[in-house]
């Protein structure tokens, strides 16, 4: 597909099957492997993301392509790193503009043998696995969360479990609780010993059995989904109250915009309910990848918003600032961007191009957070939506069964 069109339906009444977790899948896939585990991983996303590191784990070859995957790069960069083995990891081209000078000098400085094959910071990168004799690191507090759980999670293989010092702002704590709540699940010891300091003992992981729930992440483009509509309901089984995924906060986020969920034992429920805010003002810094939603939502209901904390969107799978402010532009919205991590709209308008199509940039966040927009618009194109893939394949099926009509171009 290189465009469809999107047209809604007059009403939404629907109950979506969401794919489960790609921060859980990855995160638990990585620790089974460390644990030599056998036991079965049920639920598992079907989404490339995931696909790419069950078939690297799987297979091990010499070279392993991870195609867009960001979180699998920073994962199995690690995970090589004390592994038995010598082996080339790399990806697209996108992928190979994506910075990785930071895990690899701390991997590096731990005692890992890693260097870089074409260009200084950047993958393919080549890695001998081996035992890492040291273990204290300290690290910036700002860079991705992702080099953070990549390096506690091989804690445990260190001859003296791994000190973490995180210096200045901590930015995704919630993917860093995440990382450490599921290695805790595997049996390794490892916590907060103060507000910037991680300790994980060199305790060994136990092989255990595991159920992924399903994506919060996912389920934030059918909360934009009820906010836009006239009338909606929506249930999305496998969602939980008491979630260790951060971007489980989606929920009471869209009680500013006038969105309900009632929590049952094994699903959601989401209802138009309430007065939506006229302003919304949020710090993402926890959440980042709930940003393009909200700019979308916000935007199309005409609630002008103040978005910071966006600093980790440049280095995305694109230029998510960029994206959003060239994207927005089309639909008719000025958007504005300030010291590269806050994003606002102040009701600012342009005239709309005539019969728009969003370019995703090769960014499954993109075709996801705008798709919606069509709701308000009447109807919107979307070039290449093959890129949900990378976490939800069967978005645009899903939006069909809710009687959303796509069609190709």
């Avoid at 790609?22 to 996303?45: E, Y």
């Avoid at 004390?82 to 990891?89: K, L, M, N």
């Avoid at 136990?206 to 389920?219: G, H, K, L, Q, T």
């Amino acid at each position: 597909m290189k465009r469809i069109r999107i047209t809604p339906p007059a009403g939404i009444n629907a109950a979506v099957q969401l794919p489960s977790s790609k921060s859980i899948c990855n995160r638990v896939l990585i620790l089974n492997a460390l644990a030599k585990g056998n036991n079965d991983i049920q639920n598992l996303s079907d989404c490339d993301d995931t696909q790419v590191m069950t078939d690297a784990l799987r297979n091990m070859p010499d070279i392993i392509d991870i195609k867009a995957a960001g979180t699998a790069m920073r994962f199995l960069t690690a995970y090589l790193a004390v592994t038995e083995g010598t082996h080339i990891i790399t990806g697209t081209a996108r992928m190979q503009q994506r910075p990785i000078k930071v895990l690899v000098d701390a991997l590096n400085a731990l005692g890992a043998s890693i260097r870089y094959t074409t260009r200084e910071g950047y993958p393919p990168l080549n890695i001998t696995g081996q035992t890492l004799t040291k273990n204290a690191i300290s690290l910036p507090g700002d860079i991705s969360s992702q080099y953070i759980s990549a390096l506690l999670m091989i804690g445990p293989e260190l001859k003296g479990g791994l000190q973490l010092t995180l210096t200045g702002d901590i930015i995704s704590r919630p993917y860093i609780n995440l990382t450490l709540e599921l290695m805790k699940e595997f049996g390794a010891q490892a916590e907060w010993i103060s507000d910037n300091q991680l300790a994980v003992s060199p305790k060994p992981y136990v092989p255990r059995s595991y159920f992924i729930e399903s994506d919060w992440s996912a389920a934030s483009y059918w909360y934009e989904i009820t906010a836009l509509s006239g009338q909606a309901s929506v249930r999305l089984p496998g969602l939980f109250r008491n979630s260790f995924q951060g971007d489980a906060k989606v929920a009471e986020l869209f009680t500013r915009l006038g969105v309900s969920t009632a929590f049952h034992e094994d699903s959601v429920v989401l209802k138009k309910q309430g007065t939506p805010l006229p302003r919304l003002e949020y710090n993402f810094v926890d959440q980042p990848d709930l940003a393009q939603t909200f700019v979308v939502t916000c935007a199309m209901m005409d609630i002008p918003f103040c978005f910071s904390g966006l600093q980790s969107l440049k280095i995305k799978e694109t230029d998510r600032m960029y994206a959003l402010i060239t994207e927005m532009r089309k639909l008719g919205f000025v958007l504005t961007e300030e010291s590269g991590a806050v994003l606002s709209w102040n009701g600012q308008r342009c005239n709309p191009e005539p019969s728009p199509a969003v370019d995703t940039y090769e960014d499954h966040r993109m075709a996801m957070a705008f798709a919606p927009a069509a709701i308000r618009l009447k109807e919107l194109r979307i070039n290449n939506p093959e890129v949900v893939s990378k976490s939800y394949p069967h978005y645009w099926e899903d939006l069909g069964k809710a009687g959303f009509f796509i069609t190709e171009e």
